[in-house]
C-alpha cells in the first residue's frame, strides 16, 4: 500500500513538472505571437500611411500635370519633360480631373446616374402629358 502511494506521488510529481515544462514553452509561444502580431499592426499603419502619402503625392503630380497642359504644353511634351509614359501623364491627369468619384466610389456614381435618369423620365414624362393635351 505505501508502494502505491509513494508510487502515485511520484507520479503526480513527474506529471507537474511536465506540465510546468509545457506552460512555460506555451507561455513563450503566446509571447512570440503577441510581439510578432504587435509588429504586423505597426507595419500595417506605417504601410496605410505611406498609402495615403502617395495618393496626396499623385494628386499633386496630377494637379501640377494639368498645369503644364493648361499652359498649351503637349501630353508628349510633359511626358518627356517629366521621363514619363505618355499614358502615365493621361492617366495621372484624369484621376485630377474626377477626384469625387473616386473617392465617394459606385454607391455615388449609382445615385448620380439614377438622379440623372430621373430627369430624362421626367422630361420625357412632361413632353408626354403636353402631347396628350394637344389632341
Known amino acids: 500500500m505505501v508502494r502505491t502511494v509513494s508510487r502515485q506521488a511520484a507520479a503526480l510529481t513527474k506529471a507537474r513538472e511536465r506540465r510546468r515544462a509545457l506552460d512555460a514553452a506555451r507561455d513563450e509561444q503566446d509571447r512570440r505571437v503577441e510581439e510578432a ?6 507595419a500595417l499603419e506605417g504601410r496605410r500611411e505611406a498609402e495615403q502619402a502617395l495618393q496626396a503625392a499623385t494628386a499633386a503630380l496630377g ?3 494639368r498645369t503644364l497642359l493648361a499652359e498649351d504644353v503637349s501630353v508628349e ?3 518627356a519633360l517629366l521621363e514619363l509614359d505618355i499614358a502615365e501623364v493621361r492617366r495621372l491627369t484624369k484621376m485630377t480631373e474626377r477626384p469625387a468619384a473616386t473617392q465617394a466610389g ?3 456614381t449609382a445615385a448620380s446616374a ?4 430621373r430627369e430624362v423620365g421626367g422630361g420625357r414624362s412632361a413632353s408626354r402629358d403636353e402631347s396628350t393635351c394637344r389632341h
Open 37 to 42: 502580431t504587435a509588429e504586423a499592426l505597426v
Open 63 to 65: 494637379e501640377t500635370l
Open 77 to 79: 511634351r510633359a511626358a
Open 106 to 108: 459606385p454607391a455615388a
Open 114 to 117: 439614377s438622379s440623372r435618369s
